[in-house]
Each structure stands twice: as C-alpha cells, then as structure tokens.
C-alpha cells in the first residue's frame, strides 16, 4: 500500500487497457483479412487510446515526483506523499486524460471525410485519420499542438527537474549502497519514460504534412504496444 506501489498499480492497469483498446481489433482483422472498422468503434478506440496515453504522461511525472520525495525528503515522506494526496494525483491523472480524449474524438468524428477512407496505421490514429480529412484541420492542429505542450513537455520537465534534484543528493550520499539503492529505484522508471516521451513525440508534435505513414506505423506500435510490454519488465528488474 505504499505510493510507490499504488502508482506502479495505475500504471499497470493503463498499459492493460491501451493494450486491450489496440491489439485485439488489430489481431482480430490481421488474422480475419478483413481490415476494416466501424465509425462508433473507431471513435471508442481514440477515446480511449488517447486518454490512456495522456493519464500516462501525467502520471509517469508524478511517479518522479514521488521518487524523488523519497529519495531526497525521507522524514517528510509521509505527510508530502500521504494516501490522500497520492490518490488524488493519481485521479487526476485520470481526469486530464480522458479530457483530452473527449476533446480529440469529438473534434475528429465532427470532420468530413473523402476519398477512399483507407487509414494508413493499425488502429485510428488522430494523425492518420488528420490525413483523410476534407475539412481544413490547421486550427485543430495547433490545438492539439499546444495540448502535447502541456501533455508531454510539461510533464518531462517535472522528471527532469525531480531526476535533477535526485541524482544531486545522491552524488552527495556517504554510502555507496544508499547510492546502488537510489539509482535502482530510479532507472526503470528513466528507461520508461525515455521510451514513452520519446516516441509520442514524434508522432504528435511535429506538423501532419511530415508523416510518413510506414514511420508512424513503427513508432505506433512502440508506444502502444512494445512499451506497455516492456514494463512489467523493467519495473520487476528491481
């Protein structure tokens, strides 16, 4: 029941969901051949994809935080990570993301289609599906711009400003097993999120007109499938 673990939770039933939002369909028309999905499913599938990855990035930094109030405030840890205010980290994690989810699919689902409306990508990817719009999406894309302002710069710099604090007080530790035991605890969560920033990114903060379609497809599949895969991994190297 300490944050540490009730965070891990969180993000273990998030990697759980995106996974079940992506693979399933996507499995389900690679093995059928019949590559094709609904309006309705379609938009469930970005509501949820894109909730879970922002509720992700949101909680990814205040698992930094923790890390590094533990690390560098021990005897406060207690009042300044109470379950109160864990809790409420994590639900607001949740809330921020399944804004931004609502907000994505309405906008989307509101746009014109034409042509052959062939989705270049496994699932329905805000940026693939931006490709096939007839409406004109500039503003919608400079909203969504700002939105991985907040969803993804932000929340990084929290980890880098946490991580920066944290390795200053561990460089100072008179015990060089204090200092094994801090940079343990601290990598996993570094490799995490130096995939997961990484990788969303490239897909959402540069300009429509720059994708290609057979990078997206890769970097896709890092962020929502490889990495939430990998997790259980890296956090159980400890």
Known sequence: HSPMYFLLSQLSLMDLMLICTIVPKTAFNYLSGSK?????????????????????????????????????????????????????????????????????????????????????????DVSALLTLSCT?????????????????????????????????????????EGRRKAFATCSSHLMVVGMYYGAGMFIYMRPISGHSSTQDKIVSAFYTILTPMLNPLIYTLR
């Open 136 to 176: 004109r999406t500039l503003l919608f894309e400079r909203i969504m711009f700002i939105c991985c302002v907040i969803m993804l710069l932000l929340p990084v710099a929290v980890i880098i400003a946490s991580y920066a604090r944290v390795i200053l007080a561990v460089i100072h530790m008179g015990s060089a």
């Open 36 to 124: 094709s999905i609904s309006v309705a499913s379609c938009g469930a599938q970005i509501f949820f994809y894109m909730s879970l990855l922002g509720a992700e990035c949101f909680l990814l930094a205040v698992m930094a935080y923790d890390r590094y109030v533990a690390i560098c405030h021990p005897l406060r840890y207690s009042v300044l990570m109470s379950q109160k205010i864990c809790c409420l980290m994590a639900a607001s994690s949740w809330i921020l993301g399944s804004t931004d989810g609502i907000i994505d699919v309405a906008v989307l689902l509101s746009f014109s289609y034409c042509g052959a409306r062939e989705v270049p990508n496994f699932f329905c």
